[in-house]
Nanobody, 124 residues
Framework: QVQLVESGGGLVQTGGSLRLSCAASGRTFSFAVMGWFRQAPGKEREFVAAIRWSGDRTSYSDSVKGRFTISMDNAKNTGYLQMNSLKPEDTAVYYC?????????????????WGQGTQVTVSS
C-alpha cells in the first residue's frame, strides 16, 4: 500500500502562486510516477502534470504549461506542484496520484493510489 497526503492548498488572488505538496509513505518503491489532477464541481477529473519518480521525465497539460512546475524530492518521498500566475479557472480540488508507469499518465485510471485532495481557490 501507498499513502499519499496533499497539502498547500488555499485561497489566492488571480496572478498569485501556491505550492502543493504530496507526501508519499508505505511501499513507495512500487510506483514509478506521481501525477497531479484537479476536479472542479460538476466536471471530470482533469490531468495537470506528472513526473517520473526519478525526476527525469515530466508531462504537463496545455492549460498549465509554462505556469506550473512539477518536481520530486526523492529523499523526502515528496512531490511538489509549484503553481504561478494562477487564474480563476484553476480553481478545483487538486489530487496527487501514484502509478506504476509513465505510459498513460494523463489518464486517471492508470493510477493505483490517490490522496484525499486539497482545495485551491483563485479569486478574480
Amino acid at each position: 500500500q501507498v499513502q499519499l497526503v496533499e497539502s498547500g492548498g488555499g485561497l489566492v488572488q488571480t496572478g498569485g502562486s501556491l505550492r502543493l505538496s504530496c507526501a508519499a509513505s508505505g511501499r513507495t518503491f512500487s510506483f514509478a510516477v506521481m501525477g497531479w489532477f484537479r476536479q472542479a464541481p460538476g466536471k471530470e477529473r482533469e490531468f495537470v502534470a506528472a513526473i517520473r519518480w526519478s525526476g527525469d521525465r515530466t508531462s504537463y497539460s496545455d492549460s498549465v504549461k509554462g505556469r506550473f512546475t512539477i518536481s520530486m524530492d526523492n529523499a523526502k518521498n515528496t512531490g511538489y506542484l509549484q503553481m504561478n500566475s494562477l487564474k480563476p479557472e484553476d480553481t478545483a480540488v487538486y489530487y496527487c496520484g501514484a502509478g506504476p508507469a509513465f505510459l498513460g499518465v494523463t489518464t486517471p485510471s492508470r493510477y493505483d493510489y490517490w490522496g484525499q485532495g486539497t482545495q485551491v481557490t483563485v479569486s478574480s
